[in-house]
């Protein structure tokens, strides 16, 4: 298993790790501060750098064949020669692309708090977020943009903390998602809380403050299908 350092510290960007495996399908580390695509959140990008100076980019990252594993897709031109198993390098994150993720991903736990309905749909990336709905009724994008921004303004603190399968077993109301079910056959599951707002499963990235959201509004809202609206975010235009 490659150890996820950012289900900790989402704030945690770089790391010293040692390769696992180098092949054309990318690199495998020990440990990492890249998070995988997964949860409807898009995968982290990067830099992977030995202690030679050799810098190898990496565009996307995902979960690997096994267990556990968690793969550094690199871009074609950085390739290059493959690193030895058990060469150290620093993997690097790309700052900018987490920091909206950790933002549009908090602000997704607080839409789920607005609109109190299951969600068969979600993805997370740089550039927008979005949500899917499971209802009838209609939404109203202005409402829903003043309920986030009252929200972000209040300050909330946001945590994760670990939760057996038992007591989730014993709280099923705590699951939001109908399309992605939290990961099983560890014992433990992890759960976001921001306080006094939601509390749900979750192994993504989030900011540590509903404040350091900053400014999201509802771009729009779509009626999918007959029992599903989507309700799309994105980043205010800054003054």
Avoid at 109 to 121: F, W
Avoid at 130 to 152: E, N
Avoid at 155 to 167: G, N, T
Avoid at 186 to 214: F, K, M, W, Y
Wanted: hydrophobic residues 40%; contains cysteine.
């Amino acid at each position: 298993m490659t150890e996820d350092l950012f289900r900790e510290d989402s704030h945690l960007l770089q790391c010293e790790a040692r390769v696992r495996r180098d092949d054309a399908g990318g690199i495998v580390l020990d440990r990492t501060v890249f998070y995988p695509q997964g949860g409807g959140q898009a995968g982290d990008a990067g830099v992977l750098r030995d202690a030679a100076g050799r810098e190898r980019v990496v565009v996307d990252t995902r979960k690997g064949e096994a267990p556990g594993e968690i793969l550094h897709v690199l871009a074609a031109d950085t390739a290059g020669e493959p690193w030895p198993e058990g060469t150290v390098v620093t993997a690097v994150v790309d700052e900018a692309r987490r920091r909206a993720h950790m933002r549009f991903h908090t602000a997704t736990h607080l839409l789920c708090a607005l609109v109190p309905h299951p969600v068969d749909g979600c993805s997370i990336t740089a550039g927008y977020a979005r949500l899917d709905f499971h209802m009838t009724d209609p939404l109203d994008k202005d409402m829903l943009t003043a309920g986030l921004a009252r929200l972000v303004a209040e300050a909330h603190p946001v945590r994760h903390r670990w939760i057996s399968e038992a007591e989730l077993d014993a709280n099923p109301q705590l699951v939001r998602s109908m399309s992605v079910q939290p990961p099983r056959g560890q014992g433990r599951i992890r759960v976001l809380e921001i306080e006094g707002v939601d509390l749900q499963p979750c192994g993504g990235t989030h900011v540590s403050n509903t404040a350091d959201i900053g400014a999201v509004v509802v771009t729009k809202i779509e009626k999918k299908s007959a029992r599903t609206r989507r309700v799309v975010l994105g980043f205010a235009p800054q003054a």
